[in-house]
């Protein structure tokens, strides 16, 4: 009885362990994997010196995100770039991003840089905590002394802000008032003081308007005469790119100072030498200027564009390559098309692809290098498209085109590139022809292996009958049991294969459930008090909903585009909810690309129009063809 109960009690787990192991054989992995690490060139500088932070970024995909900057009171922080490398090995999609920061230290001592984090919302990675020592600066440099130090003449810091008189002030220029969407201008920002600084100033940025930015580093420093006073000054430089048409504005830069005031120290006081070695060891009167605001205007393009135009505007090249020329039928080839030059290459978008029915063409993905040689902003950006021959023989890609605005010339250019040739082979789907008829020749017989099976004269109790015998014994309702298990994995098989054949269909059904996560992560990101973190994931949670609705990659399209298309598939939507979805792009895009300039308030409002704005689209698609 012992026996026969222990064999019911494992023929009871079986169906546990058999439905276990099914479970296993159907998940999926969750999320890719991401990856941050970062270095430096020094870990000791002298006050006056800078040091370059690299942060790299690796991770599954051909999209990673942004590192998330910690705040360093030690340090003023300047981004000096990105390079973007991605990889396809085995269908597999690799990235890694370098971003590159200059950072200048404020004080003498131990400057901690805090962990650096990034997040893609399922998983968080950190990087260790850095040490830096700062120490003073050689007696054979000036003070502040970061680049060679430029004269500037008498009149030239006459500004509105060079009051006379005063030690310390700051100003704020750009090389024009004027300029087309994304092009280039460059903001001055200047410190002046005319008396010694016991450290480093905290320079904190202005905020920008129908604006974004691009640090130009790194700081450089000078010495200029003002209405018969000696000035040594920090100059910062930013370029500043339009959004779209309309006025733009920068606000003010603010700079905190500690100074030397030795006129408080009274040689006879009896804390004399607390005062003065307090001042020695950089502590003094703390005082705090700003730059004033500057307005701008975003002039709206001419007319006469091209329709390959999406709103580029510099100076640009293109060049298309094929990862290779000889492919087999059903085999990947990568298209690269690479837009070099000098502009504001983040908004450059994909250029159209022409119609390739001899192909099947997957979603583009792009990758990103900026340069900031002589303050111009320039790179090159990389958009990888992946193709499929769906036929053999010479097969060609016909001509792509890219246009651009040239601000200097005043004038559309457009470029293209192609067409391009390849030659596709047969795959490897023949197999081998079997001659069932009945006059063909026999084959002969061969051995394949040769076994010799002895017959024992032990008798023995079978175990298969003592199985059968212990099954038999069980209750009838767990007989039921495999056949059930084996129906579900049926059934979830059918399901994946449904699902792997009809992506748009289930992501169009999941639209506003992704939605609501992402509103509500942004709604946690608001009350942790990371207004410029919300606006990004709203404006990101607003790109997928699109995307999942219309079944075209939004983020690749302009908005003229993205609405012409929701209007084909939504014919039924009314014009208030496309004017709705325009006014919330055009304000999430704004705060996105600006996040200097992110208020509370304003985030806070784009949440609200946001989360009532859902439904609304919602009951508007209802409708769609099918």
């Not at 099914?22 to 010196?49: H, Q």
């Not at 790299?56 to 973007?84: C, H, I, K, L, W």
């Not at 024009?176 to 003081?193: D, G, K, M, W």
């Not at 200097?596 to 609200?608: F, I, P, Q, R």
Request: aromatic letters at 8%; glycine letters at 8%; proline letters at 7%.
């Amino acid at each position: 009885m012992k026996d026969k109960g222990s064999g019911r009690r494992k023929n009871r787990r079986t169906p546990v362990v058999a439905f276990l192991l099914l479970c296993a054989m159907a998940a999926r992995p969750l999320s890719a994997a991401l990856s941050i690490s970062a270095e430096t060139d020094k870990t000791t500088l002298a006050v006056n010196d800078s040091l370059y932070l690299t942060v790299t970024v690796g991770g599954d995909s051909a999209s990673v995100p942004e590192p998330e900057m910690p705040g360093m009171d030690g340090f003023n922080v300047y981004s000096a770039g990105r390079s973007q490398n991605i990889s396809f090995v085995n269908g597999k999609v690799t990235s890694n991003v370098a971003f590159t920061y200059i950072l200048s230290p404020r004080f003498i001592g131990r400057i901690k840089i805090p962990p650096i984090s990034i997040t893609d919302g399922a998983q968080k990675r950190s990087t260790p905590e850095m040490e830096i020592t700062v120490v003073k600066s050689d007696a054979s440099q000036s003070q502040g002394a970061q680049s060679r130090p430029r004269r500037v003449r008498a009149g030239e810091g006459n500004r509105p802000g060079a009051e006379g008189g005063s030690s310390l002030f700051m100003t704020a220029e750009t090389d024009r008032r004027a300029a087309y969407p994304n092009e280039q201008v460059n903001l001055t920002i200047r410190f002046y003081t005319s008396v010694p600084l016991t450290s480093n100033p905290q320079y904190v940025p202005p905020q920008f308007k129908n604006l974004t930015s691009e640090d130009l580093p790194p700081v450089r420093n000078g010495d200029a005469e003002i209405k018969g006073t000696r000035y040594s000054y920090s100059e910062i430089r930013v370029a500043l790119f339009g959004i779209q048409e309309g006025q733009a504005s920068v606000g003010p830069a603010s700079v905190m100072a500690q100074v030397y005031n030795s006129s408080g120290i009274d040689p006879f006081d009896p804390n004399f030498f607390q005062q003065f070695f307090a001042m020695s060891a950089g502590q003094g009167e703390t005082k705090k200027v700003a730059s004033p605001p500057v307005a701008l205007k975003v002039l709206p393009f001419p007319e006469g564009a091209p329709d390959s135009f999406k709103g580029a505007a510099g100076d640009f090249t293109m060049a298309a390559a094929l990862s290779s020329r000889e492919v087999k039928a059903g085999e990947a080839v990568n298209l690269s098309l690479t837009v070099s030059g000098r502009g504001n290459l983040r908004a450059v978008a994909a250029p159209t692809l022409p119609e390739m029915p001899d192909f099947k063409v997957y979603d583009t993905m792009s990758s990103l290098d900026i340069s900031k040689k002589g303050d111009v902003i320039g790179g090159r950006k990389v958009f990888t498209t992946i193709l499929i021959p769906k036929t053999s023989g010479k097969l060609t890609i016909p001509k792509i085109r890219f246009s651009f605005f040239d601000p200097a010339a005043k004038a559309y250019r457009e470029l293209s590139a192609g067409p391009l040739e390849l030659t596709a082979e047969k795959g490897d789907g023949a197999g081998k022809t079997f001659s069932f008829a009945h006059d063909a020749p026999a084959a002969g017989i061969t051995a394949i292996a040769s076994d010799i099976r002895y017959v024992s004269d032990r008798a023995r109790t079978p175990g298969l009958t003592e199985l059968a015998g212990r099954l038999s014994a069980l209750p009838p309702w767990l007989h039921v049991l495999p056949a059930l298990l084996l129906l579900a994995s049926f059934w979830l098989a059918r399901l994946n294969d449904f699902r792997d054949r009809n992506p748009l269909l289930f992501r169009f059904r999941k639209a506003r459930a992704k939605a609501g996560a992402g509103i509500a992560a942004a709604r946690a990101r608001m009350n942790g008090g990371a207004p410029a973190e919300a606006a990004a994931l709203l404006y990101d949670s607003l790109l997928d909903y699109l995307r999942d609705k219309s079944g075209h990659k939004v983020s690749g399209l302009t908005m003229k585009r993205t609405l012409s298309l929701l209007r084909e598939r939504f014919p039924g939507a009314g014009e208030y909810a496309f004017g709705e979805i325009r006014d919330l792009w055009e304000k999430l895009e704004a705060l996105h690309f600006s996040p200097a300039g992110t208020g509370y308030e304003e985030v806070k409002d784009m949440l609200e129009k946001y989360s009532a704005l859902l439904p609304v689209l919602e009951k508007e698609f209802s409708g769609k063809k099918r």
